[in-house]
């Protein structure tokens, strides 16, 4: 499986002319520069919309085109207010998708609980010794049963996303698949930074014991 | 936990997860980047730059306020250009139309000696012959100095055609001199209407004649038998008043105040004549049909193209030489007239004589002064083309 090429936002040391950066980029469009704005879109947009499709899960997946559309516009309508200063251009624009996510679920009654209290407590590594047996990641040529694997491994992830709450899947989202920093993930999410972090262990400890359940099959079935 | 502590495992199986590859429909982005480009644009629009001095300038005059303050600046310029050197008519007071009749019938010494009967003046056509008009629409002298000159220039002339006149009443020089005077505002004050007529028949005659139904009706053989009087019959009260008006003139031009109006007068006439005869030969040559020629007491004849070619001769010679017709005698005739009937109607004698040409119609009479070397083959040429 090809893995998707992912749009950098720091410049290639190699290349003479630097990549301008999302905040130029949309600094630019402000002033009315448009080729700016495709290029942001370009840069983002594949990363969006798999951040809105994940986040709403399967039962709200219709919802995902409609968010995504309002997201963009919201940028384009708010390009005149937008100042390069606090958070990146890439932090609002997730935020902004965020607060649509949370708009559609709550229309949908679905609890939308943003309190990691009202969460069971978190207890690291709960099936960790499972993930010991799992292939090696990032392998640069992986073999073709560990691709098998990882494709199984990816649906049933998935499945286990469903079972968080939205903080935490939002948390965990941002962090590992769009590889927000932290800080960048409490910004995003509108919380403190200790929030978010504990937000994203809950999430990880409920992924690991999902995942860990399953293993046994998954690797039966691959080898 | 730190950034780098993220779990490489979930990572990788997010990677490969069946939605990793999901894109946004191409016609969702195609509707985003539109919308963008059209706030571009929007945004870009009230940053534009300068334009061009003479196209800003262009865009002041395109405003409805700016266009329309100018348009009734060229509109009063117009008027004011047309109104140059012009008496404001209708600015001036009306005075009072003479009522005494003796004044309305006083002679001038305009007067032809073949002028009709005093009794024929009540039954003319109201129709005013070109050559009053004319008059009546020539550059005035100045106002003020035409009612200094009036009274002693009307005492003159009312002592010099006493004689001749058959005025039933003498009548005082005092209230004659204030009649014309009145006469001549009362040519003043008219409509503009009638100038702008007298403009066009100045500027480019049209090619018709006169009609014929503003000249007293006649039998065509009596006509032909006593051309002279016929033709003296026809004219007009209208002439008579429009001599009036212009002996007004004229002795005001005799004054010192205006030698110009005395030129721009003779100037008028000449056009007035010159137009006159341009009319005939456009009438005949358009319906030639209709048209007779007649030498004294020969019969009325059909038109053809030695008579106008003769008429086209004349009109050469003549030129602007044409004077409205006056009092003394321009010499003996010679050979027989020329008369130009239309449809058995006298409407033109053409008379040479030895000083030049006289030319008589139904409402008018001119006479042109010609060198004996321009006389003679046009006599020549009248005897060849109507024998």
């Known amino acids: ?223 | 936990m730190t950034d780098q502590e993220r779990d490489a495992h979930l990572r990788e199986a997010l990677r490969h997860a069946p939605d990793a590859q999901v894109q946004p429909p191409p016609s969702l982005s195609a509707l985003i980047l539109s919308e963008a480009r059209a706030k571009a644009r929007d945004t870009t629009a009230p940053a534009r730059p300068a334009r061009h001095p003479l196209l800003a300038l262009w865009d002041w005059f395109a405003r409805p306020s700016v266009a329309a303050g100018f348009a009734g600046l060229m509109a009063a310029t117009l008027v004011g250009v047309m109104w140059w050197d012009q008496p404001m008519n209708e600015a001036l007071p009306q005075r009072p139309a003479p009522a005494t009749a003796p004044a309305e019938t006083a002679p001038s010494v305009a007067t032809p000696p073949v002028a009709p009967p005093a009794a024929s003046a009540p039954e003319a056509a109201p129709k005013q012959a070109p050559a009053a008009e004319a008059e009546r629409r020539a550059p005035e002298p100045p106002r003020d100095a035409l009612r200094k000159s009036a009274p002693a220039a009307d005492k003159a002339a009312f002592a010099s055609a006493k004689p001749a006149a058959p005025s039933p009443a003498p009548a005082p020089a005092a209230p004659a001199a204030r009649n014309e005077v009145a006469v001549d505002a009362k040519a003043d004050v008219a409509p503009p209407v009638r100038e702008s007529t007298a403009i066009t028949a100045l500027s480019l005659p049209p090619p018709v004649v006169p009609a014929p139904a503003t000249t007293p009706t006649a039998p065509a053989d009596a006509m032909a038998g006593a051309a002279a009087g016929g033709l003296a019959a026809s004219k007009s009260a209208d002439e008579s008043e429009s001599k009036r008006a212009r002996s007004v003139v004229t002795r005001a031009m005799r004054s010192e105040a205006a030698p110009q109006v005395e030129l721009s007068e003779q100037r008028v006439q000449q056009d007035v004549a010159r137009t006159s005869l341009v009319r005939l030969r456009a009438a005949i040559a358009g319906d030639p049909t209709h048209w007779t020629w007649q030498r004294g007491d020969g019969s009325a004849q059909g038109m053809n193209d030695a008579i106008y070619a003769w008429l086209a001769q004349l009109d050469s010679a003549t030129g602007s030489r044409w004077q409205p017709r006056a009092a003394r005698e321009t010499g003996a005739l010679l050979g027989r007239e020329l008369r130009l009937l239309r449809d058995g109607r006298l409407e033109h004698s053409l008379r040479l004589t030895e000083h030049g040409v006289l030319w008589e119609q139904a409402q008018s009479a001119w006479q042109a002064e010609l060198p004996a070397a321009t006389i003679t083959p046009l006599r020549s040429a009248l005897d060849t083309a109507a024998p």
């Open chain 1, 1 to 223: 499986m090809a893995v998707p090429p992912r749009v950098r936002q720091t410049s290639d040391p190699m290349s003479p002319v630097p990549e301008p950066t999302d905040d130029e980029l949309m600094s630019a469009y402000a002033r009315g520069d448009a080729s700016a704005f495709e290029r942001l879109y370009a840069r983002h947009q594949a990363g969006l919309y798999r951040f809105i499709r994940r986040l709403l899960g399967t039962s709200l997946a219709a919802q995902t085109d409609e968010i995504f559309q309002d997201t963009w516009l919201r940028v384009v309508n708010a390009r005149q207010q937008w100042e390069p200063q606090g958070a990146s251009f890439r932090t609002w624009l997730y935020t902004l998708a965020n607060h649509r996510v949370i708009d559609i679920w709550r229309r949908s009654g679905r609890e939308v609980s943003m309190s990691t209290d009202d969460d069971s407590p978190w207890e690291p590594d709960a099936g960790g010794a499972a993930w010991q047996q799992w292939p090696a990641p990032a392998s640069p040529s992986p073999h073709s049963d560990d691709l098998a694997f990882w494709r199984r491994a990816g649906e049933r992830l998935l499945g286990c996303l469903e079972e968080l709450p939205l903080a935490q899947r939002s948390a965990f989202l941002l962090h590992h698949d769009d590889e927000l920093p932290l800080a960048e993930v409490a910004r995003t999410l509108e919380v403190g930074f200790e929030t978010a972090k504990t937000r994203l262990r809950y999430a990880m400890s409920k992924l690991r014991t999902c995942m860990g359940a399953y293993l046994a099959p998954i690797q039966g079935g691959a080898q």
